[in-house]
């Protein structure tokens, strides 16, 4: 069992008494920061960053040497699983990432397999090791995948930003097809997180960007079922160690009582909802994480500490809450007023732990 | 004062007995058609379309003719308003709608001012007398604006689909400057809306396409005040007739309590919300419109039969319902499908208005 320096992000997780409320950003290893720019221009492109642990460890750390951040996030992409059941991810320009080879037809479909991660996700499992060797126990690392839906979306589509009209037609037309995809992903990205865990992740989170897009019956059956079915078998201890999981429907917000009983310890919020009503919602079945929209970061350091004090004084006293943003930081925000977020966090929030420490 | 031939729909949303759930569908008069493309083809483009009154009365009535639709909707743009501000409105190939002078600098914003309907915005509302004659009283004619935040939106950022880094540095670095274009919006769009209903518009709907985009307190602040603002304006009864209003803001599920007390007659739905909890939540203060995911209609006849009952029952028992999807219907559905969900709609919903006929 190691014991972590700062432990903050793990205490408020699972509820327990803090000092001040954590915080870390989503994508805060990213275009915004001139040194991960630089490291991406050295590595040649954004898949050589994902698929070389040196890299992968660089960029992972250099949020972490600008900003006094609670902790560290596994520098990956979500679609690492389908890459490695051979769909060919690549990047296009302006485009965002694309698969080669989108799965439509019903025989590829019912040859999919999850894969091994010790095989073909290896890769990520190196860039864990190693970047868990240079954090030192400072802060705890974060590992992550993208929600069976989230990755069906694209792995059927072929590409994100879409209307979801592939994957729309075969949920209505042809659901068996897609539960079929969805219990695969569920087993690669149970599989996927477990070795993320045994090679030193000390969280576990699942992105489900797309979820939101659902309605509520098919939200429900298609994409947080498959959420539920990896927590159940996601190990919960590792060296010692309680490992908490978050989940983070984007445009959840209108189902977070049936995120928080899907046996998470926290619950990822956007911006769209105020986060005092979201703690009444959920009472004390989970943690929270959020909820500042990343816009917020556009405006100048009055603003954003203003911004800062309504979330923290939304939520109110006591440990439970992980200061976050509600999307990933935009490319555009100046670092300088990263760092003015992370302090008033750090700052404004002792005040609502005085009766908990 | 005029009688309606099939006044289901106002009835509806006046929460009045009726015999079955009306039904209209958003961009009714849209792609999906074959007949509108070709009228655009003969107008032009999609600008002379809006902007001739025969083109838009043409292309109003089509769906009419295929489908025992429950209303007519004007054929126009949301963004008639900006461009009769001087914003210089083009459509770009594959980009959407876009301005020629995005509106940015603190000296053009002061000197915006609301456009008198009559003068600039002329052929709107001879489209709606002339829609008007053309329908001879059969089915009710809704008229719409956007709302004030849609619609600077897309004066501050130029054009659509951003992520809006423009506005929304407005809003939280210069609020007084983002509020100043408001009220001038809301000052437009009720006079707008108002010279619709005197030209003819037996219904006013506002469309707040981006209120979404919001946070929980920026939503109530910058764009829902600006809905009452108008909803306080607008003339509720016309030629001795009430004058229903809609309201809908995509992605708004978790404001419905704050959008049924702005004083609108009925709700748009979107399809991320059950129907039925969104009854329970707003009780018997407004009407609810929606709320079927358009995707359903890419999926056979059985499919959207079934999709058709889960929303009628939902909603349960009793008038206050007008069936809708939750988004407009998408170019790439076919057109006997929507003669499917229409059928089914009047149909499935008999049995739901028994007691109260």
Chains 1, 2 share one sequence.
Not at 174 to 196: F, K, M
Not at 247 to 261: R, S
Not at 305 to 317: Q, Y
Request: overall charge negative; proline content about 5%; hydrophobic content about 40%.
């Amino acid at each position: 069992m190691t014991t972590l320096k700062n432990d903050t992000l793990l205490r408020a997780l699972l509820k327990q008494p803090v000092d001040y409320t954590p915080i870390w950003l989503m994508r805060q290893a990213g275009r915004y920061l001139a040194e991960y720019n630089a490291t991406r221009a050295r590595a040649g492109d954004f898949l050589a960053l994902c698929k070389t642990p040196d890299f992968a460890t660089e960029v992972t750390l250099q949020p972490l040497a600008r900003f006094p951040l609670d902790a560290a996030i596994l520098f990956s992409d979500i679609l690492t699983i389908p890459d490695a059941m051979g769909l060919g991810l690549y990047f296009s320009q302006g485009e965002g990432p694309m698969f080669k080879h989108p799965l439509r037809g019903e025989k590829e479909i019912l040859a999919l397999t999850a894969p091994d991660p010790a095989d073909k996700l290896r890769y990520v499992l190196d860039a864990v090791s190693q970047i868990r060797k240079a954090l030192d126990n400072c802060v705890p690392l974060i590992g992550f995948s993208g929600s069976p839906f989230t990755l069906a979306c694209y792995m059927v589509e072929g590409r994100g930003g879409t209307e979801f009209r592939e994957i729309k037609t075969m949920l209505y037309q042809r659901p068996e097809l897609l539960h079929h995809i969805l219990d695969v992903n569920a087993q690669a990205v149970t599989a996927y997180l477990n070795a993320q865990i045994e090679s030193g992740a000390q969280v576990a989170m699942i992105f489900d960007t797309w979820g939101g897009a659902l309605s509520h019956s098919a939200y429900q059956e298609f994409s947080l079922h498959y959420i539920q079915q990896i927590l159940s078998g996601l190990k919960r201890e590792h060296d010692g160690q309680r490992i908490p999981s978050i989940v983070f429907t984007k445009g959840g917000g209108l189902w977070l009582e049936a995120i928080a009983a899907s046996g998470c310890d926290a619950v990822g919020l956007d911006w769209t909802i105020d986060i005092g009503e979201a703690r009444r919602r959920v009472g004390d079945k989970v943690a929270l994480q959020g909820n500042l929209d990343p816009s917020v970061l556009f405006a100048s350091p009055d603003v954003i500490t203003a911004e800062v004090e309504k979330i923290l004084s939304s939520f109110g006293n006591g440990s439970g809450h992980v200061f976050n943003l509600g999307h990933g930081i935009s490319q555009f925000t100046p670092p300088e007023n990263a760092a003015v977020l992370v302090e008033a966090v750090h700052n404004i929030s002792r005040k609502f732990h005085m009766t908990s420490s």
